[in-house]
């Protein structure tokens, strides 16, 4: 039996199955290699995988599930979803874990390069619970318009040293934002944002 948190006066179109649906329908393949025929040396055309011109698969992002595309394929709108996940316990634990497969989509496909970074922090800040306004410890962070990907990283990290960004948000925008980054920029960040969670955990009495 579902477990409800609350009673409506209202029937509700609501179905157990959908918790093992919902997250059925999040969890794909964030990306896969484009697939192209080419002609072997015995002349015959062949599947292989597109490459760049590094020598490197060309990747293909799934589309990126959300809650809007799960709501339209069983006839209801978001806001019932989010009705449902207050109002049943099963539901809202099926959310949850629903946007977490979200959040890795798109964080691995940004550290492939697969999405454009700038609608990965878009997106990020705007669907995930990288940009929980509800939580008093975090504000949205606003990155310097034109800056480099360092320059942005730099941003974070102070914002989050500063008490005005969570330093598990902090860690992710960095993932997606340093993607491009040499692996000694990668390392350097690394550390500092570690040496700031030390501090905030008491690291530094």
């Known amino acids: 039996m579902s477990e ?9 179109k609501y179905k157990e199955e959908y918790c093992q649906q919902i997250v059925e329908f999040f969890d794909k393949e964030p990306y896969e290699p484009v697939q192209i025929k080419v002609e072997n040396l015995d002349g015959a055309m062949v599947d292989s995988v597109a490459v760049n011109k590094a020598g490197q698969p060309i990747l293909k992002p799934c589309q ?4 809007e595309g799960f709501a339209k394929s069983i006839g209801v709108h978001r806001e019932t979803l989010l009705n449902w996940g207050k109002e049943f316990t099963e539901f809202f634990d099926a959310i949850k874990k629903a946007k977490e497969i979200q959040r890795e989509i798109l964080v691995q496909n940004a550290l492939v390069g697969a999405y454009d970074k ?3 922090i878009f997106f990020a800040k705007n669907n995930t619970d990288m940009n929980d306004r509800g939580n008093a410890d975090f504000a949205p962070v606003e990155l ?5 990907s360092k320059e942005m990283c730099d941003h974070i990290i102070r914002s989050a040293a500063a ?3 969570r330093i598990d948000h902090a860690k992710s925008y960095v993932d997606i934002i340093g993607a491009s980054l040499r692996i000694e920029e990668v390392t350097e960040l690394a550390e500092r944002l570690k040496r700031i969670e030390e501090k905030l955990n ?4």
């Open 202 to 205: 008491g690291g530094d009495k």
């Open 144 to 148: 310097p318009p034109n800056a480099t």
């Open 4 to 12: 409800k948190k609350k009673k409506t006066g209202a029937p509700s």
């Open 118 to 120: 700038t609608f990965s």
């Open 64 to 67: 990126l599930p959300t809650l």
């Open 163 to 165: 008490g005005q960004m």
